[in-house]
């Protein structure tokens, strides 16, 4: 009687403590997620006849709070140009702007201060914030004179924070501030891709600041979007302490990084591109990366799918989903799922009328970030009236749509494309203009949070 009562104890015993010894994989955190994973799309009915495109939007929004205020320390290369063309107020700013960072960063972060001009050299060895008792000793030291030697510049910030690359949880990042053109060392759009893709590889980040009208933006972007790190385009020196804020603000507030999400389209469904963003579409799956999440901000993807059609009314899983995430506090991997579904319209004016405006508000934002792109290489390659043409196709386009969705955010930024267009169409794309396009484009596409 004894041996069945121990038993049966046992039994009972049995898949509690399965529970308690099963690793933990999925969405484990310290009390609530810290990353909820949601799908939706454009028209929450598709039509019942098929032969069109829906588009599916997958978000991953971390929590707003972190379950820590005492974040994992943020290691900090700040590598500034100090070629001739920085002089005067420039070099001032940027001074102050350096300053300015001091106050923002905790005593536990780390910091370097690196300068280039036809060479690159350290004025301040990565070293604790709670150590630098007076940075003025550093960044005083500043003078504006001779080239420009970026990828140097970038190269000696990225050997000051290899040494902290050995804790996984800290948040590496390099700032990189230039007005000109790399005109000493490497200088080619692709040298700085590769640099940027390389130092990604080993867990370094590269936000860009370029400064006024005679830097290099497509080199800027081509650096920084290899890792996904900000892009910004200051006209003026006055924007810079502004500028660091920001970024610093950014860098902070990470609550996760590495995030990989995975796309299945079932039933059907076939995935056609990743819309913005880049990625990898093979068959019937979707696979795209997400560097950095911050706290409370949404990062996504929109993915154009074919729609098979089904039988009206009904309704129809169209995809699972799964992101894996590191959390940057437990410097764990934790992984959320999904499945999209969706409702078939018996008519096309039924569907009409489930629009999702939310989704279709980020769908036109990224339609414009691509033609602005495309807009930019025609232009380049002296092809203006393909060039005007393509923003005035997507115009038109946006003009049709938005007088069933009646949406004044959507209609604000389609006048917004339509003074581009003619500004493009009588004066050419100037200096300013482009640079303006490339970072608004860029901005768009990565989900930089504005500034």
Avoid at 62 to 69: K, M, T
Avoid at 193 to 200: A, F, R, T, V, Y
Wanted: proline residues 4%.
């Amino acid at each position: 009687m004894k041996n069945r009562h121990l038993l049966a104890f046992l039994l009972g015993l049995a898949p509690i403590l399965a529970h308690l010894l099963t690793p933990s994989a999925t969405a484990a955190t310290p009390s609530d997620p810290t990353v909820t994973l949601t799908a939706e799309l454009d028209y929450a009915q598709l039509s019942a006849e098929g032969n069109d495109t829906a588009i599916l939007k997958v978000s991953l929004l971390p929590a707003h709070l972190r379950y820590n205020n005492d974040r994992p320390p943020l290691n900090l290369a700040i590598v500034l140009d100090r070629s001739g063309s920085m002089g005067g107020e420039k070099i001032e700013m940027a001074k102050r702007a350096v300053r300015r960072a001091f106050q923002t960063l905790q005593p536990n972060d780390y910091v370097s201060i690196v300068a280039y001009n036809n060479t690159a050299r350290t004025l301040l060895p990565l070293t604790q914030v709670r150590h630098i008792h007076n940075p003025r000793a550093y960044i005083d030291r500043l003078h504006a004179d001779g080239g420009t030697a970026i990828y140097a510049g970038v190269n000696l910030g990225a050997a000051q924070l290899r040494p902290a690359l050995d804790d996984s949880s800290g948040i590496n990042r390099i700032l990189l501030l230039s007005d000109g053109l790399a005109n000493e060392g490497p200088s080619d759009v692709r040298d700085f891709q590769l640099l940027g893709k390389s130092l990604s590889r080993e867990g370094i980040t590269v936000s860009t600041i370029g400064l006024g009208l005679g830097y290099n933006e497509d080199l800027m972007a081509g650096l920084s979007a290899a890792g996904q790190g900000n892009v910004y385009f200051v006209e003026t020196a006055n924007d810079l302490p502004r500028i660091f804020d920001s970024e610093l603000g950014d860098a902070s507030s990470i609550v996760a990084q590495n995030a990989v999400i995975e796309i299945e389209c079932l039933h059907g469904f076939e995935p056609i591109r990743i819309i913005g963003r880049d990625g990898q579409v093979r068959g019937n799956r979707v696979t795209l990366d997400i560097k950095h999440l911050y706290a409370g901000q949404e990062k996504f993807a929109l993915i154009e799918v074919r729609n098979p059609g089904g039988a009206a009314h009904s309704t129809q899983d169209i995809a699972t989903i799964t992101t894996r995430y590191q959390d940057i506090d437990s410097d764990k991997t934790y992984a959320v799922n999904k499945t999209a579904t969706t409702t078939f319209a018996p008519n096309r004016e039924q569907k009409e009328k489930s629009v999702n405006i939310e989704v279709q508000r980020q769908v036109v934002y990224n339609f414009i970030a691509e033609a602005q792109d495309e807009a930019v290489a025609l232009a380049d390659q002296g092809k203006l009236p393909a060039a005007t043409a393509a923003l005035s196709e997507l115009d038109d386009w946006i003009a049709t749509h938005n007088t069933v969705w009646q949406d004044a955010e959507i209609e604000r930024k389609r006048s917004e494309l339509e003074s581009t267009t003619s500004t493009l169409e009588k004066q050419g794309l100037d200096n300013k203009s482009r640079k303006e396009m490339r970072s608004s484009s860029y901005q768009t596409r990565s989900q930089q949070k504005s500034y």
